[in-house]
């Protein structure tokens, strides 16, 4: 994106995504200890070489679960680490910004190794992203050119506690949301 001009509008702030590292951080020890203890109740549940007594205690639900939160957890960390990284290189540009002159949106994808995204004003479907749920990070989905509905993740925004940048994009968007 060229240099900030009168026609484009800061919507959102870029800020350090610590709290996402933060709580990848945390889901580690977390998830080596789940997978200590399913480490160690799956030899106590085989008796004998007795497999199928294995399927019939609880054992295999609280497996079924561990396998879950497991995946999940691999997924979380790994998805935390690489927008966080991908978002820190991207300090100086904002989250979100409205181009006036050409009546559009423009965000920078985390997802997409920091893709410039130009959304047309209207095409908005929908904004998440809180400092408790998603440690600021900030998810729109939106029709491209094409009518297909996407979602991209912009980063980690300062502004995004209490509806500020929620109200900013409002004050500018055709469709409130």
Request: aromatic share 12%; proline share 3%.
């Amino acid at each position: 994106m060229e240099e900030q001009n009168q026609t484009q509008i800061i919507i959102g702030i870029r800020g350090e995504a610590k709290q996402a590292i933060t709580a990848a951080i945390l889901l580690i020890p977390l998830t080596i200890i789940l997978c200590a203890f399913v480490g160690v109740l799956i030899p106590l549940t085989f008796n004998n070489g007795d497999f199928s007594h294995y399927f019939e205690t609880p054992s295999l639900y609280f497996f079924i679960f561990a396998a879950a939160f497991l995946a999940a957890a691999i997924y979380g960390i790994t998805n935390n680490f690489i927008h966080a990284f991908r978002n820190n290189k991207m300090l100086p540009k904002p989250v979100l910004v409205y181009d006036s002159e050409r009546d559009v949106f423009i965000g920078f994808s985390v997802r997409r190794n920091n893709k410039q995204v130009v959304i047309k004003n209207g095409n908005v479907i929908g904004m998440s992203g809180s400092a408790a749920w998603t440690a600021r990070e900030l998810t729109i989905r939106y029709r491209d050119e094409n009518g297909k509905i996407r979602r991209e993740s912009f980063g980690f925004a300062r502004n995004i506690d209490n509806g500020v940048l929620r109200n900013k994009f409002n004050h500018y968007s055709k469709n409130k949301i």
